[in-house]
């Protein structure tokens, strides 16, 4: 499968820990998305980012939640001291152009997050 | 606030009729418009797009129809099938360096029915 790879796909955890998400991008993609859908919303961006770069965070939240695209591995969604809110499916895109491309995003399955 | 406005939130047809399905959107800046296609526990899939110096994008039997001072875009799949039941994404976005930031709507859930 070339397509993007997350993992994992469900993830529960109780108020209070940590929550680590893991995107592999499409091979050759060197471009990566994450947006996140909150119950019965639409897809809302959070962070657009190149390797060991953040190219464009205003989507994220202030506190809590950070982001990586280091030279070797796969991106890193990390939300620390996870609350109820952040229950929502965190889904990964990637693009083989950056700002250039039409916004045709190849998106991975997503991964569900579920706090108790 | 809702730029991108889905108002339909389902919409059921019979398999080899038309299904129409709507979208709304409030900032005009927005000049690049797409539909993305979502099966259950998969992620959305990129179905069609049509810029806004266009009115009208055909792809096989998907339709894309743009009306920018109505600020509306409305997808046709003719003829429908049953494969063709899922969440259908509307997502809007800006030129000028920023257009990963797609902005989607709710979506709407069709269901073709044999």
């Known amino acids: 499968n070339a397509g993007v790879m997350q993992n994992p796909r469900h993830l529960v955890r109780r108020r209070g820990q940590e929550a680590r998400l893991r995107c592999s991008p499409v091979k050759g993609h060197s471009h990566v998305y994450w947006y996140r859908q909150l119950p019965e919303e639409g897809l809302k961006f959070m962070v657009y980012l190149q390797k060991e770069n953040i190219i464009d965070e205003s989507g994220m939240p202030k506190e809590r939640f950070s982001a990586e695209f280091p030279k070797e591995g796969p991106s890193i969604l990390r939300i620390q001291q996870v609350v109820r809110g952040d229950s929502a499916a965190y889904f990964c895109a990637s693009s083989q152009r950056g700002t250039q491309n039409t916004g045709e995003l190849f998106f991975g399955e997503g991964s569900r997050l579920t706090v108790l | 606030d809702q730029q991108v406005k889905q108002n339909s939130p389902s919409l059921s047809v019979q398999e080899g009729r038309i299904s129409i399905l709507n979208c709304d959107y409030t900032n005009s800046m927005f000049d690049y418009f797409l539909w993305y296609k979502k099966y259950p526990a998969e992620g959305p899939t990129f179905l069609i797009s049509i810029s806004s110096i266009k009115d009208k994008n055909e792809d096989g039997r998907f339709t894309v129809f743009l009306n920018k001072s109505a600020k509306h875009l409305s997808l046709h799949i003719v003829p429908s099938q049953p494969g063709d039941s899922a969440v259908y994404f509307c997502?809007?976005?800006?030129?000028?360096?920023?257009?990963?930031?797609?902005?989607f709507g709710k979506g709407t859930l069709l269901t073709v029915n044999p």
């Open positions: 997502a809007a976005s800006l030129s000028g360096g920023s257009n990963y930031k797609l902005t």
